[in-house]
């Protein structure tokens, strides 16, 4: 294979002119943008978000912008590699900082795209998935998947804070984004019904001939099972570290069909260095201290904090104190696609 291929400037400014005149351009001069060797070439970059930055801000937000005006009022975690303002932290990965004050309601929509909610701060907050009303309490995992109409309340006295992670920059290149509104939604007697019928991991409840699952019976996963299990699995773990995988309690396959979640426990003065991934990540701090080196860049990191990584960086986690840790990842996306890998660092 040619190392160099031909530029554009070597070809005639007639032949390039009548090109662009006739609405089509030489791929040899682009291809190895586009397909380069070995590799992807990523546009995104490390970014790390101190959450002691982010909640001033936030709440000065709150001051500034009613909710009505605002409808969401999120802070979006740009990725440094597109820059302040875009709306993604990675390739597939949109991040936002969402913060509702007591006694707002976010209007029930649905759209396209799907989102989790992961809660970081404030008690009182609820989502309303589906007519299912589910609390969110502090480390919850909280899913609205794509389709699934959605609105949030909060009963509480103190603001509440969550961290979405949503696949809409998928959505979005594939002209495919859109949303739709509508009334709050009449809540089910049953709430939060998931954490009811699926009490007990390898239990699921028993069905009726012809009554199928619902396509996500389990919408929250409440951080205090999720910590318990990392604890215990943590014990017998051949490297030190506990992961545990989000995943749908009936079909065991991952919790939405675009994105990933990893709980992490890193215990404290423990180091983690995972083989190179084709998935891009971002990781929030529920709790902990620690630093990370990403590509060479040296984060460190407390409770609340949020930092990505792009598709293969070399990460290396290593923990002061004990950590637990969310992993959004686009590992299920690049599986249905066929091209996940891992490789030696
Ligand atoms: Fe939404």
Do not use: C
Request: glycine residues 10%; negative net charge; proline residues 9%.
């Amino acid at each position: 294979m040619a190392e160099q291929l031909g530029t554009l400037e070597e070809l005639p400014q007639d032949y390039r002119d009548a090109m662009t005149e006739a609405g089509v351009a030489p791929l040899w001069p682009m291809m190895r943008n586009v397909l380069p060797h070995g590799k992807p070439n990523p546009t995104t970059r490390p970014g790390y978000w101190n959450y002691e930055n982010l909640r001033p801000l936030l709440h000065r937000a709150g001051e500034l912008t009613p909710v009505e005006k605002a409808e969401r009022r999120v802070l979006v975690l740009s990725d440094p590699g597109r820059g302040a303002g875009a709306m993604q932290a990675t390739a597939s990965i949109y991040l936002g900082m969402q913060l509702l004050l007591p006694g707002e309601t976010a209007p029930a929509h649905v759209h396209t795209p799907s989102a989790v909610r992961i809660i970081v701060e404030g008690k009182g907050g609820f989502t309303v998935v589906d007519g299912e009303r589910l609390p969110m309490e502090e480390g919850d995992l909280v899913l609205t998947p794509g389709g699934d109409w959605h609105d949030h309340g909060h009963d509480g006295t103190e603001p509440v804070v969550w961290l979405d992670a949503l696949d809409l920059p998928l959505f979005y290149y594939l002209e495919g984004s859109y949303a739709t509104e509508g009334p709050l939604q009449a809540q089910r007697n049953r709430p939060d019904a998931g954490q009811v019928e699926y009490l007990s991991s390898g239990l699921v409840p028993s069905r009726k001939l012809g009554a199928g699952a619902r396509k996500y019976p389990m919408v929250r996963y409440p951080w205090t099972r999720t910590e318990a299990a990392l604890r215990e699995v943590v014990k017998y773990s051949d490297d030190g570290i506990a992961e545990l995988d989000y995943v749908n309690p009936e079909t065991g396959a991952d919790v939405l069909p675009t994105m990933g979640f990893t709980a992490v426990m890193i215990p404290a003065g423990v180091k983690s260095a995972p083989p190179l991934q084709s998935s891009s990540a971002a990781f929030h701090v529920v709790k902990g201290r620690g630093k990370t080196t990403i590509d060479g860049q040296v984060f460190e990191w407390g409770p609340k904090d949020t930092f990505t990584a792009p598709v293969f960086a070399e990460i290396t986690h290593e923990a002061s104190e004990e950590s637990f840790l969310v992993r959004v990842h686009d590992r299920p996306l690049q599986e249905k696609l066929g091209y996940y890998e891992e490789r030696a660092r």
